[in-house]
Structures are given as C-alpha cells and as structure tokens.
C-alpha cells in the first residue's frame, strides 16, 4: 500500500537523521537555549527582512496554535477563523479549552476576506452592550488553507489593513507552509508574511521534520513574556537543541523550499491526470493537497493499492476524497498512481 493520506507519515528528511547522529554524542545547555537553536533562529531571520523578529521552537502545530492565541488575547477576547480552519475543527477544542470563544465565518474555499472580517468586527465595535460579548482581538488563517488553496498577497494586504484599523492581531498558521511558499501559484515569501502578520510559524512535522514548528513573532506586544506562557503550556522542550538542529538543517541551503517545491510538483501530476480522465477536483488547489470527487466504485478500486483521505460524502454515489504528497513522496510513487488513475 502506497499512502497519499497525509504528508507527515515517513521520520523526517536523511539530513536531519544525518545530524541528529552526528551531534548524538555531545552536550549541550537545556531548554532551547542552545547554539543549534540560536543558529536556526539565524537562518529564519534571513528570509524575514525583519530583524527584530522573535522566534521559538514548538513540538507540534496545535501545541503552537493555542499558546500564541492564549498569550495574545485577554480572557473575553475571542478569535476570528474560517469554519474550516484547523483550530475550529481538528483541535478538540485547544483554543476554547483556554477560554476563548472562536467566531467560526463561511469559508467554501478555505479562506477568509478581508470584508468579513471587517464586518465581524464591525458588529463588536457597533454593540451597545460590549461587556455583555466577547471582543474579536485575533484572526487566524491557515497558509495553505485546509483545502490547499492560497491567499495571494494581495488578498494578505487586504486582510492586514483591516486588522489594522480594528486593532487585531493577524495569525498564520504555517504547519504546511513550504508547501504554500513551493506552489507555483504562490506570490507571498517569508519576508511578506513577516510584515504583514503578527506572528506566523513555519511548520517543520509536515515538511521534512521528526517534529517541530518554529513559531515567529513580529509583533514585540506578543514577545513580552512569551516564554513564561510556553512553559505554562509545556511548550519549552528540555532537549531544545533537537528543534534547534532540525531547523537549522532544514533552512541552511533552502532544504526546506527545495523537498516540499518537488511535494507540489508531483500534486499537480496528480491533479492533471484526475482532469484528463474527467473526474473533477471539489476545489482547484495548487499545493500538495488534491481534493477529488470519485465515485464510490473509483475510489474503492484505488484504494487497493493506496491510503488515501476520505473528506465527506457528495452524494449517494460520489465521495471527496484528499490525495496529499510530501518531502518524502518518490516519483515511482507518482507513476503508479497515474497508471492507476489512467486505467479507472
């Protein structure tokens, strides 16, 4: 069987082994407060433009998501995502179990605008009873969405001068960043999100890691303190350097841009071969996430020889379905399963 799930299920990227195991017999101070992680937060700060960013490590994305809304926001301060977005919908709860209420707002495609934001946000400023409802303070989006489709920069810029005028912070979720910033249907880079967000993160478990996000912080209103609200979380990993290592491997010479540039290049093999038998995408995505409509006999022969995603039902006798490549997906892989796309 041959996995097209998900984009986190092979260890992590040779190189990084390479240097875990080159490193494995040395020692070195605890809690991220290494060289190998001031040497990667050295390397990030190199796409930023922006040398006053902080940035930390974090063990996974979830972990990430609700310790940089929870340090944000006031306890009647609440959230704006897109219904789709992973802390609404994939995080059992994280964000409200740390008492903040999320504004769920329609999002077909995966992606908020900047109109609905302002007109959520419109409604706080326009109560007559303010003390009585929680006050959007934050908005969070996901870069790719969760369907794998792409804000451009504009749409960035639009969203940014809003939040602006409402006085609201603007979070990126960045676990499968590489694969936004390698579609060629990308505009934005790491410097552009550096200044136009908040705080953003680059996400290291689905892009080439053992585990890993490195969280960005570009507004110093977020930095004050921040470590004391990962600690609380359990967020600081005594053996900080394994972070600090992976990131500084995976930014050095670009590995990062290079494995997951190649994951959205094989998607889009995928993509064509679905749109030349016909069989049509729910949603035009140019990253590494392929969402299709099969029919359920299509779908059943393909799932002899491959672990893909069941999304949601269509209809009695068609399914959504997601096929997701990775750093880690080989070409052999690809051909197979066009071979078997092409013979349905």
């Excluded at 875990?20 to 390397?43: I, Q, R």
């Excluded at 994305?61 to 926001?73: E, V």
């Excluded at 409604?123 to 996901?142: A, M, W």
């Excluded at 290049?265 to 409509?293: G, H, R």
Aim: charged share 20%; aromatic share 12%.
């Amino acid at each position: 069987m041959i996995r097209f799930n998900n984009d986190y299920h092979h260890g992590a990227h040779p190189q990084i082994l390479e240097a875990l195991t080159n490193t494995n017999t040395e020692n070195y101070c605890g809690y991220g407060l290494d060289p190998w992680c001031e040497k990667a937060v050295a390397e990030i700060k190199k796409y930023l433009d922006c040398p006053n960013a902080a940035v930390h490590f974090f063990v996974g994305a979830t972990q990430a998501n609700f310790t940089i809304i929870s340090a944000a926001l006031r306890p009647y301060q609440s959230v704006i995502s897109a219904q789709s977005g992973h802390i609404n919908v994939h995080e059992t709860g994280a964000v409200e179990h740390c008492g903040h209420k999320i504004h769920a707002l329609p999002s077909p495609d995966g992606k908020l605008n900047a109109a609905q934001i302002a007109a959520e946000a419109e409604l706080y400023r326009t109560s007559g009873v303010q003390e009585h409802i929680t006050k959007p303070k934050l908005v969070y989006l996901s870069y790719p969405t969760e369907y794998g489709t792409l804000y451009s920069k504009q749409e960035l810029e639009d969203i940014s001068t809003v939040c602006k005028e409402y006085d609201l912070y603007l979070f990126v979720d960045g676990a499968r960043l590489g694969y936004g910033l390698g579609s060629p249907q990308c505009d934005l880079t790491l410097s552009d999100l550096a200044r136009l967000t908040d705080a953003f993160y680059c996400g290291g478990t689905k892009c080439g890691a053992l585990f890993g996000e490195a969280a960005v912080l570009t507004n110093p209103a977020l930095q004050t303190d921040f470590r004391s609200y990962m600690k609380q979380n359990g967020a600081i990993l005594a053996k900080g350097w394994l972070l600090g290592l992976q990131f500084y491997t995976l930014f050095k010479d670009g590995l990062y841009f290079d494995i997951t540039r190649q994951a959205d290049l094989y998607a889009l093999q995928i993509k064509q071969a679905f749109t030349e038998k016909d069989i049509p995408a729910f949603i035009e995505s140019f990253t590494n996430q392929q969402f299709v409509v099969l029919e359920n006999q299509q779908a059943e022969k393909l799932a002899q020889h491959y672990i893909f995603e069941f999304d949601h039902q269509i209809d009695d006798t068609h399914s959504c379905v997601r096929f997701c490549t990775s750093w880690s997906t080989k070409q052999q892989e690809i051909d197979a399963l066009l071979a078997d796309i092409r013979a349905l």
